[in-house]
């Protein structure tokens, strides 16, 4: 039997088994991708708006740039962002399944119990934030647990890994055996592609993307626009929109359940056109063949 894919957003039950689509709304001034940083407010609400008008199911907001060598912004700077953002979504957009980019607990509990948040996206795996996971359990809200190496400061000065695989499982398995005992509901698997990797981790992972169902949990793939596209073509996040859709169309292939996007239109695209090749795809039926002769 198929394990549940079901979460709680808000009362509202989403089902990963059907891939969802997360859209990406950058209230920083540095993220690494130009074309998702939105600073005014017409801006914000045009972006929240084009995210849900091309189909996505959840919009991700982020206040603190995880891109490597970022700056370190205090939590009352990010905070401060974030209420910008949260506040002109919820009230143009007050039905939106909204969740939050922090590895902040304090931040996460402000976003869920001041504006209706739904769901903490935490880049660190409560590594940064030892109150995190208690947190995100007290609050009841479904919990993005992603695999990092390092911090965003220093996380691709030089990665290493023994063996990558067993690492990233054995971390998933024990943060989410920490989460669990703490009593927290909805955990949602994201392996971390470029954080704390190198180009050859990137592809070694989306090559084992299947193996991750041995959690039965829902796995998100965040790609988008990122250095595993454009290093590997020579080109820039600007560029890289062909090679991310690819990269959505393989990882889906391989089990992804909710793909973190820039490009909404192109990832539901995706996201319909291999679900139709699902649908399409069924047992060969095996006739017998006899060797009676034909008069």
Avoid: W
């Amino acid at each position: 039997m198929r394990p549940s894919m079901y979460i709680n957003a808000k009362g509202q039950l989403i089902d990963l088994a059907k891939p969802q689509v997360m859209g990406i709304l950058n209230v920083t001034p540095d993220s690494f991708y130009a074309g998702s940083r939105m600073q005014t407010e017409q801006e914000i609400a045009a972006r929240a708006k084009q995210i849900l008008d091309e189909g996505a199911s959840i919009i991700d907001i982020g206040a603190y740039s995880s891109r490597p060598n970022a700056e370190h912004i205090t939590p009352e700077e990010e905070m401060r962002r974030l209420r910008t953002g949260l506040e002109i979504v919820n009230r143009d957009f007050p039905h939106a399944i909204v969740s939050v980019d922090t590895f902040r607990a304090d931040v996460a509990r402000q976003c869920v119990e001041e504006y209706g948040v739904a769901l903490i996206n935490d880049i660190a795996g409560g590594e940064m934030d030892e109150r995190m996971f208690a947190t995100v359990a007290e609050l009841g809200v479904p919990y993005i647990l992603m695999h990092i190496q390092g911090t965003p400061q220093d996380m691709q000065e030089a990665p290493h890994y023994d063996n990558l695989l067993r690492e990233v499982f054995l971390y998933f398995a024990r943060k989410v055996q920490q989460l669990r005992d703490l009593g927290a509901k909805d955990i949602i698997l994201d392996p971390g592609f470029g954080f704390g990797k190198t180009l050859e981790h990137n592809y070694e992972l989306l090559a084992h993307l299947e193996e991750f169902s041995l959690f039965e949990l829902p796995l998100l793939v965040g790609v988008s626009r990122k250095s595993m596209v454009y290093k590997l073509l020579g080109s820039t996040p600007a560029e890289a929109l062909n090679g991310t859709t690819v990269l959505h169309t393989l990882a889906l292939t391989k089990g992804a359940n909710l793909l973190r996007v820039h490009d909404v239109r192109q990832a539901v695209e995706a996201v319909r056109i291999v679900e139709k090749l699902k649908e399409s795809v069924s047992p060969l039926i095996h006739t017998p063949h006899t060797h009676e002769p034909v008069f």
